[in-house]
């Protein structure tokens, strides 16, 4: 089945580091998605990427749609305590719409 | 902006008993999806409807059933619960008219703990 391969699996970063994420798929997607998970509660979607190659931004979230449709990479600049969870990757099935998760990247930032 | 109300929030059942976990999506979203997630796991899709129709199945157990109401809620049955219920379930809706790639936007999460 259609597998995603999301890294690094944590990380552990000072505050106001930059911090740089990435998925890759052995399958191509027409649309990746980004989530952040706090515990407990359910991801909030930070940035959706539509088509191959574009680059979006959100404030300090920077997301980028790989040319070939099989990646896609995160970056958070200058990084906040408040970035602290667990930051997914997602490709959204083009016949139904289901998504297929990264398995996460932990993010920890010292103050 | 509404967002996708889920209850309820927690739930503790014993073994072999059953459970009705409910999601209204966000107004005018026409599709309901279900998603399960362990302890450390990343979310796994259970099943999805649209306009009240199943529209796909993932790897749900057979002693889980589901449906989309004409008010698009949703309900999920779990029936005969194992320890291994034991998650967070997630409901996502969407506004498949654009497209089947549009954005899904999550709720909060019911937690069911089974004893």
């Known amino acids: 089945g259609q597998q995603l391969n999301q890294s690094p699996q944590s990380m552990f970063i000072q505050e106001g580091e930059d911090v740089s994420m990435n998925c890759t798929s052995s399958s191509i997607f027409n649309t990746w998605l980004w989530y952040k998970q706090d515990p407990g509660e359910g991801p909030v979607l930070l940035i959706a990427?539509?088509?191959?190659?574009e680059l979006t931004s959100n404030g300090r979230l920077t997301a980028q749609f790989g040319i070939t449709r099989k990646d896609s990479f995160l970056n958070i600049s200058a990084s906040i305590p408040s970035d602290v969870g667990i930051y997914f990757c997602a490709g959204v099935s083009s016949n139904t719409g289901k998504l297929i998760f990264g398995q996460g990247t932990t993010l920890q930032v010292k103050p | 902006a509404a967002g996708v109300i889920q209850s309820p929030r927690h739930l503790i059942k014993e073994k072999r008993e059953t459970a009705t976990l409910k999601c209204y999506p966000i107004p005018r979203h026409d599709t309901v999806y279900w998603y399960q997630q362990g302890p450390g796991q990343d979310p796994q899709f259970l099943i999805s409807f649209y306009e009240k129709m199943q529209s796909d199945k993932g790897s749900i157990p057979d002693r889980f059933s589901a449906q989309q109401f004409s008010d698009y809620h949703s309900e999920l049955n779990m029936s005969s619960l194992e320890l291994g219920d034991s998650a967070l379930y997630f409901c996502?809706?969407?506004?498949?008219?654009?497209?089947?790639?549009?954005?899904?936007?999550f709720g909060p999460g019911t937690r069911l703990t089974v004893l």
């Open positions: 996502a809706s969407s506004l498949v008219g654009r497209g089947w790639t549009d954005t899904q936007y």
């Open positions: 990427l539509y088509k191959a190659g």
